[in-house]
């Protein structure tokens, strides 16, 4: 299978995700496959099933959207959105946008996703105390008018 074909599928399979179907992500990955992201940094298969079991069980209605993809010389790439809701975060409704870095070993199985976004203006810039903290941290690298 081509790369395009192969991150097709990968990407068919997030827009597909539920608890239920962590199976069919199972079968795309390699053994040793690395998933890196603001919050995790993680290598097998286990693992990376670890972190989507976390996310099915600290958020309502997770829901990824493929805005886009492409195939580069040494990678592809899959521009998402993420939305859901935060269960332990008074049901905290986020939204996400993101880019995945993903690499294919020669058996066409997933080596390594990389995910690219703005956790402190995504994530935690949603919450009272630190909303508030990461702008005014953020001014000082932003050139006065």
Request: glycine share 8%; aromatic share 12%.
């Amino acid at each position: 299978m081509d790369s395009k074909t192969t991150l097709a599928a990968y990407a068919a399979c997030f827009e597909a995700l539920t608890p239920d179907r962590l199976e069919t992500l199972s079968v795309l990955l390699s053994d040793e496959v690395r998933f890196r992201d603001p919050f995790s940094d993680v290598q097998g298969r286990q693992a990376v099933l670890g972190i989507f079991r976390h996310m099915f069980e600290a958020m309502e209605e997770p829901v990824f959207k493929v805005l886009d993809q492409a195939v580069g010389k040494q990678a592809c790439y899959l521009k998402w959105r993420f939305s859901g809701r935060i269960k332990g975060a008074g049901r905290r409704e986020i939204e996400i946008t993101g880019m995945s870095e993903v690499t294919f070993d020669e058996k066409g199985l997933v080596a390594s996703h990389i995910d690219h976004w703005d956790a402190a203006s995504q994530v935690f810039g949603l919450f009272p105390v630190l909303g508030p903290l990461l702008r005014w941290l953020g001014r000082g690298f932003t050139p006065a008018k």
